[in-house]
């Protein structure tokens, strides 16, 4: 082999891994995504649309067969910082509050999955949330 074929080689090499780096980056994300959700309260007619952030993405787990279950810990997409906004519902009768509290994702990222504050089960699918109201 020539000499300059060997000086090709580490920037070979640094491609490869920055390439393989960026595709894991694309496939592992856990991001701020906006969702709209409705919100409606018992006793009042009417219901709100409202836009918010939530976390999404992917993070990096472990397969549950080859590692025993005792030392598996799973990671999820979840909220680092929450910010509760308020909202009014219209058609609230005068002794109903019609004020609402709604949570919005401030940031995110891959962590433990902590049961007391999240669902870390994902559930049969269902539909999307529409407003009974309506």
Same mark, same amino acid.
């Not at 995504?33 to 007619?45: A, V």
């Not at 836009?51 to 999404?56: E, G």
């Given at each position: ?57 992917? !993070?990096? $787990? =472990?397969?549950? /067969?080859? @590692?025993?279950?005792?030392? *598996?810990?799973?990671?999820? %997409? ?34 433990? !999955?902590? $049961? =007391?504050?999240? /669902?870390? @089960?994902?559930?049969?699918? *269902?539909?999307?949330?529409? %407003?009974?109201?309506?």
């Amino acid at each position: 082999m020539s000499v300059s074929a060997f000086s090709s080689m580490p920037l070979f090499i640094l491609r490869r891994t920055l390439l393989f780096a960026l595709m894991v980056g694309a496939v592992y994300t856990c991001t701020l995504m906006n969702h709209t959700i409705w919100l409606e309260k018992k006793n009042c007619t009417q219901c709100v649309a409202v836009n918010t952030t939530i976390c999404s993405g992917y !993070c990096y $787990t =472990r397969p549950v /067969h080859v @590692v025993p279950r005792a030392f *598996l810990i799973q990671r999820s %997409c979840v909220p680092i910082s929450l910010v509760y906004r308020a909202v009014f519902i219209p058609g609230c009768p005068q002794d109903v509050g019609s004020q609402l509290y709604y949570p919005a994702a401030r940031c995110c990222s891959c962590r433990r !999955c902590d $049961t =007391r504050t999240h /669902h870390c @089960v994902k559930n049969k699918s *269902l539909p999307p949330s529409l %407003c009974n109201r309506l």
